[in-house]
């Protein structure tokens, strides 16, 4: 309740248009899910665990299992066929490379670029239509700061030279300042919208004290991507203003929804069935977002 009040003057309030109809009376929509909500099961299982990604009524995923190569330990091929073979096509996957503190100084990338030419090849074999880079911490200067941002048009290029497009997701601590500006401001306006989109994490901007839409309406056709998260299941905290996101998704430029579930009521199945039931509930949310493609 306290964090509610906290955030009052900053989202408009969830408006309640999303009732609740039987699951068999449900439209079929388009939405993704980001694997790291089931993250242990995972761990232990990933073939019955997506069949329950499946099951549940998502179209498609977003991973967060990248390394050497391959993901959750499978090669690019076996991933891409697991998936499509409990009716899911393969959207997304975070991973980054961070830059070392020997690339920030001399400004050149070239060891961590090599690795990108790695990652960008496993994700194309495993069917990725986008790569995100999931975090990166707060840098202590401006000048690093825009050293990032020019790694990150670098990263940008390579992906679109390869047919797939690179982008950024926040979490709450975007929204300090670095040298008196704001750090995803700076992002947003220091990165070339051709080469690097944004994937908003709706409920870490809330956190961050920040208006979801009022980004949207700011930086216009940068949010290609939109992470659709709350403290727990969707719309369950009140937190965060859903309505006013869904209705100003247009001027965001949103192709996809992902839902995240990172802390559970419920079960960690239940609880990404019970977030993905409110979205199919909700009048706003578009059947799809992937227009022409």
């Known amino acids: 309740m306290k964090n509610l009040l906290l955030l009052s003057v900053i989202v408009l309030p969830l408006l309640a248009t999303c009732s609740t109809q039987p699951a068999a009376q449900l439209p079929k929509k388009d939405i993704g899910l980001q694997l790291y909500s089931l993250r242990e099961a995972f761990a232990n299982d990933f073939d019955a665990t997506i069949q329950i990604v499946g099951d549940v009524g998502y179209t498609t995923i977003e991973a967060a299992g990248y390394g050497d ?18 009716g899911l096509t393969v959207l997304s ?30 994700h ?14 707060v840098p202590k200067t401006l000048t690093d700061l825009q050293t990032w941002c020019d790694y990150y048009n670098a990263i940008g290029q390579k992906c679109k030279d390869n047919g797939l497009l690179f982008g950024y997701h926040n ?29 908003m994490d709706v409920y870490w901007t809330v956190i961050g004290h920040q208006s979801p839409v009022a980004y949207f309406q700011k930086y216009p056709g940068r949010f290609t ?16 203003g859903f309505d006013a996101i869904f209705n100003n998704t247009d001027i965001a430029g949103t192709r996809y929804l992902i839902v995240e579930v990172e802390q559970y009521n419920y079960t960690p199945a239940e609880s990404i069935k019970i ?3 409110y979205l199919l509930n909700c009048p706003l949310v578009k059947e799809s977002y992937a227009t022409g493609e």
Do not use: C, R
């Open 69 to 86: 190569g391959k993901f959750y330990g499978k090669t690019p091929e076996d991933f891409k066929a697991a998936v499509e073979a409990v």
């Open 93 to 122: 996957s975070h991973t980054t490379k961070p830059l070392s503190k020997q690339e920030l100084t001399s400004h050149d990338f070239t060891e961590s670029l090599a690795w990108w030419d790695e990652a960008i090849a496993a």
């Open 124 to 137: 194309l074999a495993a069917g990725m239509k986008f790569i995100v880079a999931p975090w990166m911490e």
């Open 171 to 199: 979490h709450a601590h975007e929204f300090t300042k670095v040298e008196n500006e704001l750090m995803y401001d700076y992002l947003l306006e220091h990165t070339n919208p051709e080469l690097v989109f944004f994937q």
């Open 225 to 240: 991507l939109l992470h659709i998260k709350d403290q727990k299941e969707l719309g369950q905290s009140g937190m965060v």
């Open 275 to 277: 977030s993905l039931d």
